[in-house]
């Protein structure tokens, strides 16, 4: 009867490492998604700053251009009545 035990033991000692390694890899797996991520924000938050401080030299003097096309550059003022 002990060594039944011993050999249910043994399969159970065999289950449970082999779910300890899974879950690592998943824990490996779920970190690398993590630091790719976070990667991807970093860049993102790069280009958008990058953006808005073009756009604020740019976007001042082009402001109603992107409106209308009848609208001077001095804050969207209408040259003309066609908008």
């Known amino acids: ?7 249910v033991l043994s399969a159970i000692e065999k289950a ?3 779910l300890v390694e899974e879950y690592r890899g998943f824990g490996k797996s779920l970190q ?19 953006e808005e401080e073009s ?3 740019d976007g001042d003097e082009e402001e109603g251009s992107k409106d209308c096309p009848g609208e001077s550059q001095e804050r969207g ?4 009545t066609s908008c």
Do not use: F, H
């Not at 009867?1 to 050999?7: F, N, V």
């Not at 690398?32 to 990058?50: F, P």
């Not at 003022?77 to 003309?80: A, H, K, M, R, V």
């Open 32 to 50: 690398d998604l993590v630091e790719g991520q976070e990667r991807n924000t970093a860049q993102l938050e790069r280009r958008w700053g990058s």
């Open 1 to 7: 009867m002990i060594p039944t035990y011993g050999r």
């Open 77 to 80: 003022t209408p040259l003309s």
């Open 16 to 18: 449970l490492r082999k």
């Open 55 to 57: 756009g604020k030299e």
